[in-house]
């Protein structure tokens, strides 16, 4: 099912999950046959030299950061940050003392290959300064070689902040650096939050219930299926579950950027997970900023759908997606899922990378 609009073109189409897509100092990667299994390198950053582990939780083998940088000391977060939701990967992390620029250079990996990149920070108090406030947060510039990817700001000893990035390698590696913004010095850590994610997700992408008191779930416990060309794989938990309005027949989902400036793009999910008496119809009309994307929408019953947008939305600091019952329909609207990217151009090519260049870079942020 193919929808087309002026600017955005949407394949076909659902929402409880939500994925939320991050960056790093680990490098889970889209390519087959990598130095770790199933194509990710993932780095548990401020373990000892030369160790490997196989993650209990998530199955995936985390190995030391030596290998991929030269500089900074280990520690660990103090006992008194350890929060119960921290994985293993928390609780250590390398904090970069000197220099302005400190990199990870992530390789070896397949030129011409996009790869999602994730980083994860927590400051834990590991200098025991309780550097990291509200008023005061601990401030770093995130950058995919020469360009800045995202500014990385903490602001509590048990804060996790997470990005996550795209990137197209231009080499057969990729630097990832931590710039000092002016401000402390940045700590450096792996550490993951997500409720569905790899082997669930064949992509390691994050996926978050969004739970609100304005949405109700409905959900199915039969597997979902997926189309041939399915482009995006959403794992088969994520869409079992469906958001739909707790009151009212509009599902609407709002979402900020306070620069204004940021090229967003989204992927909406849409499966029906009810079996539909026949004398029933869901249908519904999607809108994006008031804009009508979507037309009388009716979900195929457990078959993966979804709308994408190939041009960015045009930029506002204000987003929302709003799902309205048509006036025929007698069911209210449903969303699976939804993912929400910023790109950046990115025309300035890491040091040793062919002049000229450009790495295309998208990175989330869902405020
Ligand atoms: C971190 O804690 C572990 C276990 O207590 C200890 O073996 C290791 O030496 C500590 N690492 C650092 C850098 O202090
Ligand atoms: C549902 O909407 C009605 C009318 O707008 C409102 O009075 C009521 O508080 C809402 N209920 C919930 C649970 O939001
Ligand atoms: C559909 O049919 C069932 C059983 O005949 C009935 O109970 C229900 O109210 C009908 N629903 C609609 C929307 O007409
Ligand atoms: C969707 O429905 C809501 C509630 O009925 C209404 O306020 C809103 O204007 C509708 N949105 C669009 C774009 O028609």
Redesign the pocket.
Known sequence: MMKKKSCSCFAAMMMTWLAVLFLICTAPVGVHGQPTTKGFISIDC?I?SNHNYVDQTTGIPYTSDDQFIDTGK???ISANSISSFFPTQAL?LRSFPDGARNCYTLKPIVQNQKYLLRASFVYGNYDGENSASADKPLQFDLHLGANLGQTISISGPEVVEVAEAFADATADFLDVCLVNAGGNTPPSRNSLLSQCRYPDDPYDRLWVPLLSPRFRTISTSSPIRYANDDQFEAPSAVLQTAATPANGTSLGIKWFDKTGEANFYFVMYFTEVEVLPSNTTRAFDVYLNGVLLISALQPFYLLSNYAYTVDPISVSTEYTVTLNATTKSTLLPILNALEVYTSMQVTQAATDVNDGTILNVNLLEFR
């Open positions: 401020g000892a280990n520690y660990n250590t």
